[in-house]
């Protein structure tokens, strides 16, 4: 079993407002404290430790007076502390653990630039160590290392692994340029809407992680459900919208006196999808990011045994090959998702299953690639 002492071991160069003395303590402390229950619930929350001499994010609740940091007073307030964007605030003064509040550390979405109007940012992050608590014993660690290069470590079952990010696999990357050309085209847009195209899929994507459901999103490469897609899908509910891309063209031409209503219309389509995600079956989007059904069962047949099938390097701008794969290792739900990629070239398939892993899938040059298991990580993905 890898120790909190070989943890901070990874986290170096450490130029956090904590000496690794009390760092392997907080550890230690949130390893007993991740297993206790409250009120039937394991607690879920996000630790923030700054960067030394630097400002503070906004803070959303500041204590009167510094609170020490015991493992009772964790276990007592977690359940009160927002999840992510938000995390409790724990740095070291005199040789002891406090926490000053509660910081919203991290921001997504739209906000409005003096200079160059509404805009959308895909996530920023005040510069800190960030630990979240997901499960017993389960952490996800966001170390920022030397020339600014930022390390995602996740402690689960004893083990110490990198991880990577949804937001940065080269599938999505790729695909999410296509999308906002064809968006832009179809619109007149002359915006590069690109960062908004891959916050929405990040977001929605993070939002269904979240409910730790289990779930399949396929995004075709045409427009409408041609016969060849109709042969490879039983779509039981078809639907004609939210349309995603009708709203990011409404988003580049929006005036002050309706960005109010497209707010409001952008995240009731976007909690409806993900509301609609717990239904069994796929979700199907159009290459325009418009929902043409739910409820959606694969049908398309087995791949053949030469086909090839690829791990693809994540966090990667490019394609490219990590070893091959043995889809015989998989459930029936991304076995299915690959039959479906091999069918339908061009479409991407994403599987994310009920541990909190993301799968994506993607045909390429006559063989099957798919990236993963990816996670969402703060400073990445939207939320």
Known sequence: MVTPEQIASH???????????????????????SL???????????????????????????FKEPIKITEDILH????????????????????????????RFEYSGFSKDKNYGYKYTLSKTFRGLIIRIDDPGHFIIMHLALHGQVIYYEYKNGKLNQV???????????????ISTIIASKYNLSANVTPIVRGLISEIISKVYSISHG?????????????????????????????????????????DTDIQTFFDKWSMSIDTVVNM???????????ELKLLGIRTVITSQTLSDDTPVYKALPNNAILKQDGSVDLDNFGTRHRSVANFCNSINGAIGIVISED????????????????GPLKILPGLSAH
């Open 11 to 33: 986290l170096i160069p450490n130029n956090y407002w904590i000496s690794n003395e009390k760092l392997i303590e907080l550890l230690y402390l949130l390893f007993a404290m």
């Open 36 to 62: 206790r229950k409250e009120e039937s619930r394991y607690p879920k929350f996000q630790i923030f430790i700054p960067f030394k001499n630097e400002e503070l994010p906004f803070p959303a609740l500041l």
């Open 76 to 103: 007592r307030i977690s359940s009160g502390i927002p999840q992510r964007p938000y995390g409790l605030c724990i740095y070291e003064n005199d040789g002891q653990l406090f926490a000053n509040g509660i910081f």
């Open 164 to 178: 990577f990010d949804f937001n940065m696999n080269p599938i999505i990357l790729l695909d999410a340029q296509k």
């Open 215 to 255: 779930s399949t999103i396929l995004f075709l490469p045409c427009f409408d459900l041609d016969e060849n897609i109709k042969n490879n899908l039983n779509i039981y509910i078809e639907t004609v919208g939210p349309d995603f891309g009708k709203l990011i063209a409404e988003f580049v031409l929006i005036s």
């Open 277 to 287: 995600s717990k239904v069994d079956g796929a979700l199907i989007f159009n290459s």
């Open 356 to 371: 909190q892993e993301i799968r994506v899938f993607q045909k390429h040059d006559n063989a099957i690639y798919i990236c």
